[in-house]
């Protein structure tokens, strides 16, 4: 069953519609109708199929011009940044034109970044096709580029007009892609969302094996906490922190490790079991939750073993990390079942056991 969210606030709400097909002829031609040109911006991993689908639907429509970056990290630069906007201007796109974004969050992010700079901002969908993108990245409306001095440095708020999550072209994306994705959706059921926690401790088999219901159920809790959270605090103002809870540490540790040895989820899983064992030493949760806390992050088998960090080492990207107002590291740790909290008031010497396994 398709299901449809809203996100953003007042006149700047976009609808978000999950479902097994939702790259449909119904969805793109609602979006498309409205545009003569659109350009759609893919990279070389994002599957054929599904960026050919997107193509001859939308011909229908507007008339299609594309970009195909080259897979990685390293796309979110400056230089491809340029390039579409020499590229949008080169084929004559104005205000009225439109951008498709289909890939992971790297794609995403870039799109939405030249999408708020093009002309001063011209409208753009998301088609996330990696589930970190459908659960995280595709909502909520950050968009960024790296420069050499790190990573999403550059970015804007920039809201989409519309995110069409399709959850069959998830079948083709890496196992360890997969379950780095589903470190964010265990985040939102221990930061908020007490129906998805149980979803993940009931069904840790049927969900790792990406069962086509109940994908679609956990797709759509995951972006209702996102949205709920984002939609109270659009520019990073206040709750907005709770998302990141376990990427602090999350960060530090992919950034110790120079962003190469160690996926994204991979490290906020590790994270989020480091800002556990935190809550627990500051007297925020019981050793019984920590535990339950554990096992659930243990059952989608999350590598949690930071053995091989020194808190030395952690130490200067902890501290680096951008959640640092005036000063004052801000931990967001959990404060019971689904409920997380936002303190920098705590016992430094905590943070270094919770590093020393
Ligand atoms: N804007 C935000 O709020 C936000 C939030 C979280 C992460 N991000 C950003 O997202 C990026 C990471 O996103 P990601 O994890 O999606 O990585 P990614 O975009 O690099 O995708 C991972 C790989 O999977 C390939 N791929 C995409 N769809 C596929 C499919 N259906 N089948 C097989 N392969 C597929 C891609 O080509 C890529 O090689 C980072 O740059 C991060 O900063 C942004
Ligand atoms: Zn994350």
Redesign the pocket.
């Known amino acids: 069953m398709a299901k449809e969210i809203f996100a953003g606030i007042k006149n700047l709400k976009y609808k978000i519609i999950i479902s097994r097909n939702a790259i449909s002829k119904k969805n793109l031609g609602h979006i498309l109708k409205e545009h003569n040109k659109a350009l759609i911006i893919?990279?070389?991993?994002?599957?054929l199929d599904?960026t050919k689908k997107v193509k001859s639907i939308s011909k229908n429509y507007s008339k299609v011009f594309s970009v195909v970056l080259t897979?990685?990290?390293q796309?979110?630069s400056i230089q491809n940044f340029q390039k579409i906007l020499n590229f949008l201007a080169e084929n004559n796109f104005d205000r009225t034109d439109i951008i498709v974004a289909v890939?992971?969050?790297?794609?995403?992010?870039i799109s939405?970044y030249v999408a708020s700079a093009y002309l001063r901002g011209i409208q753009f969908i998301q088609i996330?096709?990696?589930?970190?993108?459908q659960v995280?990245?595709?909502?909520?409306?950050?968009?960024?580029i790296?420069i050499s001095a790190g990573?999403?440095l550059v970015?804007a708020f920039y809201n989409p007009k519309g995110v069409l999550i399709d959850t069959s072209?998830?079948?083709?994306?890496?196992e360890r892609?997969y379950k780095?994705?589903l470190a964010?959706v265990v985040k939102y059921g221990l930061i908020k969302n007490k129906f998805l926690f149980s979803l993940l401790k009931d069904n840790p088999q049927k969900i790792m094996l990406m069962n086509k219901n109940l994908i679609e159920d956990v797709i759509f809790e995951s972006i209702k906490t996102k949205a709920e959270i984002v939609s109270k605090d659009e520019k990073e103002n206040g709750i907005r922190a709770l998302l990141n809870f376990g990427h602090t540490f999350g960060h530090a540790i992919e950034a110790h490790g120079k962003y190469k040895k160690i996926?994204?989820?991979e490290a906020v899983a590790k994270g989020m079991f480091i800002a556990s064992k935190i809550s627990y030493l500051e007297g925020h949760i019981s050793k019984k939750y920590l535990k339950v806390v554990k096992d659930l992050l243990d059952t989608y088998g999350f590598d949690l073993s930071v053995s091989q960090y020194q808190y030395r080492d952690l130490k200067p990207f902890i501290f680096r990390d951008k959640k640092i107002r005036s000063g004052r590291l801000n931990l967001v740790l959990l404060g019971g079942p689904s409920k997380a909290i936002i303190t920098s008031s705590f016992d430094s010497n905590n943070l270094k056991k919770s590093l020393a396994n």
């Open positions: 893919s990279d070389n991993g994002v599957p599904i897979k990685g990290e796309a979110k890939g992971g969050g790297v794609v995403g992010d939405g996330p096709t990696t589930l970190l993108a995280d990245s595709s909502v909520g409306g950050k968009t960024a790296n990573k999403n970015g072209v998830l079948k083709s994306l890496p892609e780095a994705g964010e996926l994204h989820g």
